[in-house]
C-alpha cells in the first residue's frame, strides 16, 4: 500500500532525470555541430564531449547538494552506462565482450570526472585548455575557443529546483 507513494516519487525523479540527461544530448550534438565544425567524429571523441557536458551537469546537480540531487545524478550516471552499452551492441559487439569495453568506458568517464571535478573546483582557464588539449578534442580547432566554447555552456547551464 505504501509502495505505491515510493513509486511515484521515484518516477519523477526518473521523469526529471530523463529531462536532463536529453538536455546533455541536444548540448553534445549542437556542441558538436556548431563549435567543432560537425567533422567526422569516431566514437571516442564523441565520448570526450559528452563525458565533459555530463560532468558539467552532474556538477552543477552536486552544488545543490540534497537528496534529491544526489538521486538524480545517479540515475543520469545509470542512463550514460546504458546508453554506453546500447551504443556497443548496435556496433556488433557479442554479449561475451560488452561488459569488457562498459567497464573500460565507464572507468575513463570517473577519471574525467574526479578530474574535471577538480578543475572546475579551482576555476582555473588553464588547467581546463589542458585538459581539453590532453584528451584530443583540440585536433578539430584552437584549444582555447574550444575550452572557452565549453565554460560557456557550463555557466549556461542551470538547475531548476526541483
Do not use: C, P
Not at 17 to 28: A, D, G
Not at 80 to 104: A, C, P, T
Not at 129 to 148: L, P
Amino acid at each position: 500500500m505504501f509502495l505505491q507513494y515510493f513509486k511515484i516519487k521515484r518516477n519523477n525523479y526518473k521523469k526529471q532525470t530523463l529531462s536532463i540527461y536529453q538536455e546533455i544530448v541536444n548540448h553534445s550534438n549542437h556542441f558538436i555541430k556548431n563549435s567543432l565544425n560537425d567533422k567526422d567524429f569516431n566514437f571516442d571523441e564523441v565520448f570526450e564531449i559528452f563525458s565533459i557536458i555530463t560532468v558539467f551537469y552532474l556538477r552543477k546537480l552536486k552544488d545543490k547538494n540534497t537528496q534529491i540531487h544526489n538521486t538524480i545524478s545517479q540515475s543520469i550516471i545509470d542512463s550514460f552506462i546504458k546508453d554506453l552499452d546500447q551504443n556497443f551492441r548496435e556496433k556488433g559487439i557479442g554479449d561475451m565482450s560488452i561488459g569488457k569495453y562498459v567497464k573500460k568506458y565507464v572507468k575513463k568517464f570517473y577519471y574525467r570526472l574526479k578530474i574535471l571535478d577538480k578543475i572546475l573546483n579551482e576555476n582555473t582557464d588553464i588547467k581546463f585548455d589542458n585538459y581539453i588539449q590532453k584528451f584530443g578534442i583540440s585536433n578539430y580547432g584552437n584549444t582555447k575557443k574550444i575550452a572557452k566554447d565549453l565554460q560557456i555552456l557550463y555557466n549556461q547551464i542551470v538547475i531548476d529546483q526541483l
